[in-house]
């Protein structure tokens, strides 16, 4: 099972070399959508739009002839975002968010291919979350497939290439009164999963011999521990590097770890935090903070020696200092980040922003920051 993984477990990052074009029977071009069960799409929404700046795509709901439940999907620039909600009481919606609260259910994944997608993986032993349909309108035809990963998690094939439509079949237009301006979110750069003790080597394991991903980097638990809490960490991504899925479970610690906070909340393992990347942080930030979006706070300490470790960046460090904007540097760069507090009241899912300025790493030397910043909110939260 894990032949992949050892192979590659040390690579320094050079992603593009991993993997012969040929012999990735899974391409995938990038994230097609991610969708996010919800108790109240609808104000949901609103949220996204105004605190995020995304803005109004597609809506499928009663006026569209669905009985069960209501989708709106919100779209800045690469990024699109459905929020679903369930109509009715016994509703397979209804039971997800009566568990895990608002979280995302879809990572849905761009390919050329679904059925192929669909074949290769489950050839490979995933498990179906429903066999590959052609879904048509006036506009073309969409072909999907869905397969199960971590938790109640799933991940659709999306094949898109005869379609021009504004989303997908089912789905019309949402033009809205109410556009709030962007606040320069591009793409999905990652998405963290957390899993139960004992299971990132299991999950790593699917993505590499499942969905042929490599593992890019690992962490253990002296890479990213205080004296309380720990957590271990495995990131796995595509052959083309689009796609990357850091595997996070719980270490041993003094207290409790984030980790087990989440799992606790969301009923099991699911997608801790969605990292979104932007070409400007120091205006993002400032944006989302003057809309209302909360973020954790880092110690202003942190700002003292930070340069000693990164060197020389064109940002001004008053400027990072005021908003709480991260720096970390590898190889071949450095990046800039900064996380949100959890965006519902269950301590689960949160948002990453992120500049990468050549850095294709993850902010390791922020760890130990992040982690007290995480526990100081835990320990408001009496769960740490
Ligand atoms: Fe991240």
């Not at 012969?20 to 029977?25: E, L, M, V």
């Not at 989440?262 to 935090?273: E, I, R, T, V």
Request: proline share 3%; hydrophobic share 35%.
């Amino acid at each position: 099972m894990t032949d992949n993984l050892t192979k590659v477990e040390n690579f320094n990052y050079g992603i593009e070399k991993i993997f012969d074009k040929a012999q990735d029977f899974l391409p995938i071009n990038g994230t097609d959508y991610v969708e996010l069960y919800v108790g109240n799409a609808k104000q949901a929404a609103h949220y996204y739009k105004t605190a995020f700046g995304f803005q109004s795509l597609a809506y499928a709901g009663l006026e569209t002839g669905l009985k069960d439940r209501t989708s709106y999907v919100l779209v800045q620039d690469k990024i699109r975002l459905v929020l679903t909600t369930p109509l009715t009481e016994n509703n397979t919606i209804s039971e997800h968010i009566k568990k895990h609260g608002d979280g995302v259910k879809v990572i849905a994944l761009w390919v050329d291919d679904a059925k192929k997608a669909f074949e290769e993986t489950t050839k490979r032993g995933a498990k179906a979350y429903f066999e590959p349909i052609v879904e048509k309108d006036s506009f073309g035809e969409v072909v999907r497939a869905g397969i199960k990963t971590y938790g109640e998690t799933v991940h659709i094939f999306v094949e898109r290439k005869n379609y021009t439509g504004v989303f997908l079949p089912g789905y019309e237009s949402w033009k809205s009164e109410y556009n709030p301006s962007s606040t320069g979110l591009k793409y999905i750069d990652h998405m963290v999963g957390n899993v139960e003790l004992g299971n990132m080597n299991k999950w790593a394991a699917f993505y590499a011999d499942v969905m042929g991903f490599a593992n890019l980097v690992t962490f253990d638990d002296k890479d990213i521990s205080t004296e309380y809490t720990a957590l271990m960490s495995k990131v796995m991504s595509n052959g083309n590097g689009r796609i990357k899925f850091p595997i996070n479970e719980p270490a041993m610690g003094k207290k409790k770890s984030q980790i087990e906070e989440y799992l606790d909340f969301y009923g099991g393992p699911g997608c801790q935090h969605i990292a979104v990347a932007t070409d400007d942080i120091v205006f993002t930030i400032a944006e989302m903070r003057k809309r209302g979006v909360e973020f954790l706070h880092v110690p202003g300490t942190y700002y003292d020696t930070v340069l000693d470790r990164v060197g020389i960046i064109s940002e001004d460090l008053q400027i990072l200092k005021s908003q709480g904007i991260m720096v970390d540097r590898d190889d071949e760069g450095y990046l800039l980040q900064i996380f949100t507090k959890p965006v519902e009241d269950r301590p689960t899912l949160f948002f990453e922003i992120i500049q990468r300025k050549g850095a294709k790493s993850f902010g390791k030397g922020n760890f130990q920051a992040l982690f007290e910043s995480i526990e100081a909110e835990q320990a408001r939260r009496g769960t740490l």
